[in-house]
């Protein structure tokens, strides 16, 4: 299965949880630091009230919340959020 | 439903095309499917033309000018009974039921539906919609370079109003209207060659091979049934207006589908100039579409857009040349030999009037020709061509489906 079709299940179920409007990115942790786009996009299609940005979890305007796929996500800046059937959720340290 | 309901309502808008006598002598199916280009050339021009005049898509806005437009559509078509009536293979009606039930079944549980539905031309639809139309702010913005910005903006138009009419986006009915395209493709096949043996065929071959390059939802599925309005109307149907207003229609609407409906229409203008030697008429097919596309192109300059149709200008890798046409090839052989090529070209073979075939076998050559050319300007494009060359080689096997069914019938049996 592809990593996309897992998205499109989380990014649905996110879409309620994730306070509208937030900056939001998806990824799949394991591809790091080459993360596949299309997750992004993925994402953008199941969350138009949100700001689905691509993933650059390091950069200085980084996004607010990260959904993630498939394994855990490990990042200094990232807390856990929400564990989902589907996936994870990650906010932004403040 | 109501999401697919607003696909099956583009026929009904796009009525008014019945007035020409040529579109007339048609079968109902032919009529519906030329009704239903027509519909959604007139939808996406209201939704364009209300984002251009900032006019925001609000849903009693959209609707009530298109209720309008059907209206007067409906009454200049009339009358919409025709006496017209043409002989029905029972065992070809047979099998395209089957191929339309295995087609519908594949979309319908998703398999077939292709990445792109869901990295870009859904996403896309979805965000004009919430911002209520095409914002220059969604398309400049960084964040969605990914997403072509610079791509002609027909499909996601067609979804938006999808989206008008369910108020929210349905990706079954996005996968869906695959299954309409397909058909509709084939019925302008079989009605305008009056050949349910050759609308068999095409069906057979579009289903297959759209099922093989998992073309469900992406930009395809409407290319090639504008591309097969405009094939058809040159090859097939003797009333020149008719076969300018048709061929123009496909064309225009082609290349505000997908970048290759560029490549298409000059390969159509290049193969009606060569076979047919009208220069008149080859500017009024191609008038349309190059001004649309000039109009998009600058606007997409203007705003200084991601855009790939600078392709052509980049370096060419001669070192590649053989690669890519051994994975074009491996890629074109659809997983069954090459078996929806060889089907046509040895029906053009044994045909009795294979001159017939001339133009759209120019067609296919020279699409198939550009797709090759395009490849080439990778050094290495093995990546490139066995992702999308499925769906680009759908093209000249479309037109080379066509060249076949009318190499079997003579010149003076148009209709």
Known sequence: MYPSRDMILLAQVAADIVPRGATVTAIRPADAPDYDITLYLTAGGMMPRHRVVPPNLDAADRPQFVLAVREPLSNPHYRLYRELPEGRIYEAVK | ?415
């Not at chain 2, 914002?135 to 002609?152: C, H, I, Q, S």
């Open chain 2, 1 to 415: 439903m109501s999401a697919f309901i607003a696909y099956l309502l583009l026929p009904l808008v796009g009525i008014g095309i019945w007035q020409l006598d040529a579109v007339k002598k048609l079968d109902l199916g032919g009529r519906i499917a030329i009704a239903g280009a027509f519909g959604a050339a007139i939808v996406v021009a209201v939704l364009a033309g209300l984002s251009i005049v900032s006019i925001g898509w609000s849903r009693s806005v959209v609707i009530s000018i298109v209720v309008v437009i059907t209206a007067i559509s409906i009454y200049v078509a009339r009358p919409l009974r025709t006496r017209e009536k043409h002989p029905i293979d029972r065992g070809a009606m047979a099998a395209l039921i089957v191929i339309a039930i295995l087609i519908i079944y594949g979309l319908l549980d998703a398999r077939l539906s292709c990445g792109d539905l869901h990295f870009f031309w859904g996403p896309k639809a979805v965000r004009f919609y919430r911002d209520g139309g095409v914002t220059l702010g969604f398309l400049a913005d960084p964040n969605t370079v990914r997403m072509n910005p610079g791509y002609p903006l027909l499909l996601p138009l067609l979804y938006v109003w999808s989206e008008t009419i369910a108020r929210q986006f349905s990706w079954f009915s996005a996968v869906l209207s695959t299954a309409l395209f397909l058909f509709g493709s084939v019925a302008l096949v079989r009605s305008t060659s009056r050949d349910d043996r050759a609308a068999v065929l095409m069906a057979a071959t579009l289903a297959y091979a759209f099922a093989i390059a998992d073309a469900a939802g992406a930009g395809e599925p409407p290319l090639i049934f504008f591309e097969t309005l405009a094939i058809v109307a040159i090859t097939f149907i003797r009333d020149r207006r008719a076969q300018t207003v048709l061929a123009a229609l496909g064309l225009a609407c082609a290349v505000m589908t997908k970048i290759e409906g560029a490549t298409f229409a000059i390969a159509v203008v290049l193969a009606v100039l060569i076979i047919r030697r009208t220069l008149k008429q080859t500017i009024l097919i191609a008038a349309p579409a190059a001004l649309l596309l000039g109009a998009w192109l600058a606007f997409v300059r203007m705003h200084d857009l991601s855009e790939y149709y600078r392709g052509a200008a980049m370096p060419i890798y001669f070192a590649a040349v053989t690669k890519t046409l051994l994975t074009l090839a491996k890629a074109a052989s659809y997983e069954l030999y090459g078996l929806p090529w060889i089907v046509p070209i040895v029906l053009i073979a044994i045909a009795p009037n294979r001159r017939n075939a001339a133009l759209p076998l120019l067609i296919a050559l020279l699409t198939f020709g550009a797709a090759f050319f395009f490849y080439i300007h990778l050094p290495d494009p093995t990546w490139w061509i066995l992702s999308s060359a499925p769906r680009v080689l759908l093209t000249p096997l479309t037109a080379l489906v066509i060249a076949s069914a009318a190499a079997w019938r003579s010149a003076d049996d148009l209709s």
